[in-house]
Nanobody, 114 residues
Framework: QVQLVESGGGSVQTGGSLRLSCVAS????????MSWYRQTPGNQRDLVAF???????NHVDSVKGRFTISRDNAKNTVYLEMNSLKPEDTSVYSC????????WGQGTQVTVSS
């Protein structure tokens, strides 16, 4: 059983920055693929970015050049650095831990206003 706790969300103005963190329990974090998703207005989850156990990353086109996913295996933590935020980035952001099973965090709210 893996527990995930997100933090770092908040309210910022357009163009601002936030850094989200997701801390995982357990001793298999370094082998897991970690991802960030965000909710749509219809309460679906869309992929934002992922990072593999080997450190390879991918970001969806809408956030490329603005968001960066990273991980610190010594801290069992995955991060999402978000810059140049836009109102359309407003969402609940959740982390996903993928090993042999899937585990979701509860999410952290990001609100971007002008």
């Amino acid at each position: 059983q893996v527990q995930l706790v997100e933090s770092g969300g908040g309210s910022v103005q357009t163009g601002g920055s936030l850094r989200l963190s997701c801390v995982a329990s357990g001793n298999r974090f370094s082998r897991a693929i970690m991802s960030w998703y965000r909710q749509t207005p219809g309460n679906q989850r869309d992929l934002v970015a992922f990072i593999t156990a080997d450190g390879r990353t991918n970001h969806v086109d809408s956030v490329k050049g603005r968001f960066t996913i990273s991980r610190d295996n010594a801290k069992n933590t995955v991060y999402l650095e978000m810059n140049s935020l836009k109102p359309e980035d407003t969402s609940v952001y959740s982390c996903l831990y993928t090993d042999n099973k899937l585990y979701w965090g509860q999410g952290t709210q990001v609100t971007v206003s002008s």
